[in-house]
């Protein structure tokens, strides 16, 4: 099972029921050449549902796959990487302590109470948060089903896509737009090709919570 790594407002959409879709960068390691063909065609492989009947999808993917590697495929399962931290309690062993490690939190969830203790088990450090990209796959929780794939310029998203990403509507005069680049640029601040702005290439994927 492949895994996914996640924003904490990203779980936090997908936890309420308000995203399924999320995207992603299309990074030089997974597409060396495919960036060199001509715009049109990537429009044509992405938005291929508004000429072609819904049946023709699971082609599509298996075209698209042909020419740009994506970095997962409909039906994948994926399990999601996010912010967490250990839990343990001290037990009293002879003249000393050892911790006994409980279970896993989340940042996502807001600030934890102070008993378990949690931080960093591992390390020995307290009221600590992990990185996303280290934990574990027993620490997941949230699990997903990738449903659709295709490849757009970022700037190419739809109102009924911003949906999707799981952006509130707040009844502001510019609409979800610029609450989803604000949200883009932070996640994506430290990669200078990958900001609004630059209007890169991303993959749209499109997913359904496992239960």
């Not at 934890?112 to 450090?125: E, I, S, V």
């Not at 449903?147 to 999707?164: A, G, P, V």
């Not at 989803?180 to 994506?188: A, Q």
């Amino acid at each position: 099972m492949k895994s996914i790594l996640f924003h904490m407002q990203d779980v936090q959409a997908v936890k309420d029921g308000r995203k399924n879709v999320v995207r992603l960068p299309v990074t030089k390691a997974t597409n060396d050449w495919c960036l060199h063909l001509p715009e049109t065609y990537f429009v044509k492989i992405c938005h291929v549902n508004a000429f072609y009947p819904a049946g023709f999808a699971q082609l599509r993917h298996e075209h698209l796959s042909v020419l740009c590697n994506p970095p997962y495929r409909i039906g994948d399962s994926l399990w999601v990487k996010e912010t967490f931290a250990n839990t343990w309690t001290l037990l009293n062993v002879g003249n000393g302590y050892d911790s006994d490690v409980l279970g896993y939190i989340y940042k996502a969830d807001g600030t934890p109470a102070p008993y378990p203790y949690w931080g960093n088990a591992k390390h020995g450090k307290s009221n600590i948060w992990q990185s996303a990209t280290c934990m574990p796959q027993a620490a997941a929780r949230l699990f997903l089903q990738v449903t659709d794939i295709c490849i757009e310029r970022l700037q190419d998203i739809t109102t009924d896509q911003l949906k999707k990403e799981g952006i509130i509507d707040r009844n502001m005069p510019l609409g979800l737009l610029p609450d989803f680049i604000g949200l883009w640029e932070s996640t994506n601040k430290n990669k200078e090709h990958q900001t609004w702005n630059n209007n890169p290439w991303v993959w749209v994927i499109e997913f359904e919570k496992i239960p």
